[in-house]
């Protein structure tokens, strides 16, 4: 039965999802999808995904990491890659092309794997000599890795160097960012609810304890850093490959992290339903502030930065503590019931 | 031979910079644990208090070494008054909340040092004035500049100076105990606000002289100028052993050697990465740095 | 049920959006009131000083063409967007501009990768965009709805090779660029080929990046090969320092850049610039009436001197007018065709678009000079295309 559930749940999610991108590629009779907005809501999803993504990492496992970026860097670039430098040739394979549903499909999947496991390889080598130490050695490293990271590709022609990638075919739609973007709520959902969370909530708690419990904290942590970079690469694979979006070592930088540290800290750092509001509200507001910020040069990010800064000493669990938006809560408010008798 | 000469001036030049900075990042840190992010901002910002008043003084069109010396030390009281008030309204609010809000705070607070000055310095560089002319020296075919002469004299003295501070004089015993335990301090009737306070004044007013010195050198001065550099002289402090004051003056010197030497070979294009490179490998083989290790005393 | 529920929730989230942002399209253009014509550039940022010139150049132009009465019987008004120097923003910008504000045809950007990624928006809806001084030679080579009104890099190398090798009799010369711009990387590139190409020395480019403020370690590797002429290729924020630390280092020869020198934190260089030489796409010394006419307009109502990004957008706003009286109408693919085969006469030089949607037009080289608390560009010479 609850397989069945779930499967169900499954299906209707990609239905949708495959209804939606439908209305956003071709529109229904005369109504289009304003491509403004569409661009928006795409740039959400990719946000989305970083931002729960880093929550893994910096809420659940209480390890702090601001070198998001890096990590979207090296996913997206290697993502771009497979699909400028192979795209055709696999898409030939299955005798069909890059503008072809079917071919389009296979290909971004392909492409997005490579890019999660080059992602991943790199979490595992920023992650095992810094995760032994103190807490701040990791940010300091990971900030100096995505450093590291931007260096290189601006020494890559084949990338596109300092021009950005922007030989990338747009193949990202809707449906992908999406599907992505829930995916990896699921993927974090599950995480913190298994034993694994348990294990990474113990090592926030106190990470001696956790060690004299018998628990190897640094496998752990590891093993979090690694699954949290390779979703940050496949947000990189989705954001480098959508329309007019090409990857920039310049737009892949310290301040690109920040901004997503400063969704989850906004939304509250460890819960999910916030990191996704946080995403979702600091991609709207900069937009909706375009004029505010034309006046005013830089303001943007002051606001971010006092954002920061107050959250941190007036309400550092941010806006929703740790605690979730779920049915099970809703209904909680709504008929004031024991979560128990619910279940 | 000159060539290599020459290079070994221009690395020693660039490593006092950062072992300028590089000596405040690593007080601030011995006595807090905090990792202050702000600190290179706040380079910045002595450097455009430098910038105004020299200025008002219009020490551009007549250059004067008492001038000089009054900008210095006027840049330095006005970020030694920034740096308390960050830390009285920023730092001290969360010096009690987890070790990742100090974190996020000071990212917050280097943040708003950056794009504040932006908003009120504008983005565009300015010319610093030069309060003292630039002379080069010229000695068998090696070239160096009086100001880049000074940035060295002057780190090596501050570097003294701390060290004499921090080890002979009563407030460096406080700074000592606080760094060791803040709680027993404490109740040993230290008053560690005071004390904290006092370290966040004195690392501020030498990032300023820094910014001061720095900007002499090489006269332009933008909001973002203390970014990167702050940055390589975090690193700096790490390399030669965080909270360990020659360590610092070592890890800059290496760093700048180290970047001149990258500039002129055929990998010039990987310079930035190096300080970052040579983190990570420090990490994985002396996590305490050069001179750092678990027994040596700290700050 | 509890994992599900984040995820639908997204999703409700989702569908909400996009009933919001159901709008009926219209294919009809507006054919009363204000013509809009989008401009996006780097107004914040460390492009800034491009984007704030480029703006009063395309705004100046804009009034002059409103004052004597518009376009088709209709004023033009200017949309501006800020895209805070990156590539990201630029492409936002344009979105907004072309879907939301329904522009007729967009102005910007000035650094070549920022015009790079939005080009493909207006190559999709078919709105014109005439980028005034991306050099990048791929810009234009997204499709046919990107135009262009200044020379493009492998000319401008050209025009650097040859002033070097002719005119300054150099045999042997280094290059410093900035790795993290192409405009840089794409211009060494070509002075490396043409100088080569003309029988000369080309000793392997050294490299930084902006924001950079030390380039003593690499200017001293430059020194011990003894170049005859230094190339900087990059922007005039670094140009500026690196002519002063050159000059500290006791290398006296002749420092020559590009375009993107023009800036005003090039005067942070100071009398370290004299003895350096910039190709430029106009100089304000040209008597001819129009440049004259610019320049002093530009002067009194900005008061200082206009520099050549304000030149270039004030030529592509005049292209724009032109080419909008000519196709008589506002609609995206008559307007391309229009610009298409333009042939007006501009501040920088007659515009003329030729089939790969770029304008040839020759290249001044001026030498900079320093005096008296301010920095002035003197013509030297003029190098055509061919």
């Not at chain 2, 001149?260 to 740095?289: E, H, K, M, N, Q």
Request: with cysteine; aromatic share 8%; proline share 3%.
């Amino acid at each position: 039965m609850r397989v069945t559930t779930k499967i169900l749940a499954t299906a209707a999610t990609v239905g949708v999802l495959l209804g939606l991108n439908y209305l956003f590629e071709y529109g229904f009779g005369d109504f289009r999808i304003n491509a403004y907005y569409a661009r928006i809501l795409n740039l959400i999803g990719i946000n989305v995904i970083l931002a729960v993504s880093l929550n893994l990492i910096n809420g659940l496992a209480g390890q702090f990491s601001i070198g998001h970026a890096g990590f979207m860097a090296v996913g997206g670039y290697s993502a771009t890659f497979v699909t400028v430098y192979y795209g055709r040739a696999i898409a030939g394979l299955l005798g069909s092309s890059l503008d072809d549903a079917t071919g389009a499909a296979v290909v971004m999947t392909i492409s997005l794997l490579t890019g999660a496991a080059a992602a991943a390889l790199a979490g595992l080598a920023v992650g095992i000599p810094s995760l032994r130490l103190r807490g701040d050695y990791l940010a300091i490293v990971t900030l100096g890795f995505s450093e590291i990271i931007r260096v290189i590709i601006l020494n890559i022609p084949a990338v596109g160097g300092a021009t950005g990638f922007t030989a990338a075919i747009p193949i990202t739609n809707f449906f992908w960012i999406f599907a992505v973007a829930i995916l990896t709520i699921v993927i974090v959902r599950n995480i913190a609810a298994s034993t694994f969370g348990r294990v990474l909530a113990t090592i926030r708690g106190d990470e001696i304890a956790a060690e004299a419990m018998g628990i190897s904290t640094t496998r752990y942590k590891v093993l979090a850093f690694v699954i949290s970079a390779a979703l940050a690469g496949v947000a990189g694979g989705l954001s480098g490959q959508l329309f007019a979006n090409p990857l920039n070592p310049q737009n892949l930088n310290f301040v690109r992290s920040i901004e997503i540290i400063v969704m989850i800290v906004i939304g509250g750092i460890g819960s999910i339903s916030g990191a996704v509001f946080g995403a979702t509200a600091l991609t709207i507001l900069p937009e909706a502030l375009r004029r505010l910020d034309q006046q005013f040069p830089g303001l943007r990010m002051v606001t971010y930065a006092l954002l920061l800064i107050l959250t941190m000493i007036f309400r550092p669990q941010g806006l929703f503590g740790r605690r979730e938006v779920s049915w099970a809560w809703l209904r909680r408010r709504g008929q004031d019931r024991p979560a128990a008798a619910i279940k | 031979m000159d060539t290599v000469l020459q290079q070994l001036i221009n690395g020693l030049s660039l490593g006092a910079i950062y072992a300028l900075i590089a000596l405040g990042y690593t007080m601030v840190y011995g006595v807090l644990r905090l990792i202050n992010f702000a600190h290179g901002d706040v380079y910045m910002l002595g450097a455009f208090a430098g910038y105004y008043l020299a200025n008002a003084l219009d020490l551009d069109a007549s250059p004067s070494i008492l001038g000089a010396i009054v900008v210095t030390l006027g840049a330095m009281a006005i970020c030694a008054v920034i740096g308390v008030l960050i830390e009285r309204f920023a730092y001290r609010p969360v010096r009690h909340h987890p070790r990742l809000a100090s974190l996020i705070t000071a990212i917050g607070v280097s943040l708003l040092l950056e794009y504040g000055g932006q908003v009120v310095f504008g983005a565009n560089p300015r010319f610093f004035p030069q309060m003292i002319r630039a002379e080069v020296y010229s000695v068998g075919g090696v070239q160096i500049t009086n100001q880049n002469l000074l940035i060295i004299v002057v780190a090596v003295i501050v570097m003294f100076g701390l060290e004499f501070i921090v080890h002979r004089t009563r407030i460096g015993k406080a700074m000592r105990a606080t760094s060791f335990n803040l709680s027993v301090a404490k109740l040993m009737g230290i008053n560690t606000d005071y004390v904290i306070a006092f370290t966040f004044a004195l690392g501020s007013a030498l990032a300023a002289a820094g910014g001061v010195m720095v900007a002499l050198a090489i006269p332009r001065i933008d909001p973002l100028m203390g970014l990167m550099t702050g940055l390589k002289a975090f690193v700096a402090a790490v390399l030669g052993g965080i909270g360990n004051i020659p360590g610092a003056m070592i890890g800059g010197v290496l760093i700048g050697l180290l970047e001149t030497w990258l500039s002129a070979t055929a990998y010039s294009t990987y310079r930035d990465a190096a300080a970052f490179a040579v983190l990570i490998l420090i990490l994985l083989f002396r996590p305490a740095g050069i001179l750092g290790s678990a027994t040596v005393e700290k700050v | 049920m509890d994992c599900a529920s984040t995820a639908w929730l997204l999703l409700a989230a989702v569908l909400l959006s996009t009933v919001a942002c159901e709008r009926k399209s219209d294919g009809v253009a507006d054919t009363t009131g204000d013509i809009p014509v989008g401009f996006y550039g780097s107004l914040t940022g460390d492009g800034a000083s491009f984007g704030q010139s480029s703006r009063e150049g395309a705004e100046l132009a804009v009034d002059e063409l409103n004052a004597a009465g518009g376009v088709l019987g209709r004023k033009l008004r200017l949309l501006v967007e800020d895209d805070q120097s990156k590539p990201e923003e630029a492409s936002n910008a344009v979105t907004k501009l072309v879907t939301q504000d329904k522009v007729v045809a967009v102005i910007g950007e000035v650094a070549s990768r920022r015009t790079l990624a939005a080009a493909p928006i207006a190559q999709r809806y078919q709105i014109p965009m005439i980028t005034p001084a991306s050099t990048n030679e791929k810009v234009t080579e997204v499709g046919d709805y990107v135009f262009r009104v200044c020379f493009i890099d492998p000319f401008q190398g050209e025009v650097l090779a040859k002033f070097a090798y002719n005119d300054l009799k150099a045999r042997k010369v280094a290059i410093l660029r900035d790795q993290s711009q192409d405009y840089s990387v794409g211009l060494t590139d070509s002075v490396a080929q043409h100088f080569t190409r003309l029988g000369g020395q080309v000793l392997p480019p050294v490299s930084y990046s902006s924001g950079d403020a030390d380039f003593k370690a690499a200017l001293t590797r430059i020194r011990s090969d003894k170049p005859d002429v230094l190339f900087a290729t990059g922007y005039y924020s670094e140009a500026a320092i690196i002519t002063r630390q050159a000059r500290e280092l006791g290398m006296k020869m002749p420092i020559l850049g590009g375009d993107g020198w023009v800036g005003d934190a090039l005067q942070n260089g100071r009398e370290a610039l004299n003895n350096t030489y910039i190709s430029n796409h106009y100089s304000g010394d040209n008597p001819d009436p129009i440049v004259q006419n610019f320049v002093s307009t530009y002067k009194k109502r900005f008061n200082r001197d206009p520099d050549a990004i304000a030149a270039l957008a004030y030529d592509a706003i005049k292209v724009l007018a032109d080419s909008l009286a000519r196709a008589q109408s506002t609609n995206g693919p008559k307007l391309r065709e229009a610009i298409a085969s333009a042939d007006v006469p501009g501040v920088t030089g007659r515009l003329k678009m030729n089939a790969k949607r770029n304008v040839d037009k020759p290249a001044v080289v001026q030498e900079v000079t320093y005096a008296g608390g301010k920095v002035t560009f003197v013509y030297k010479t003029t190098i055509n295309p061919g």
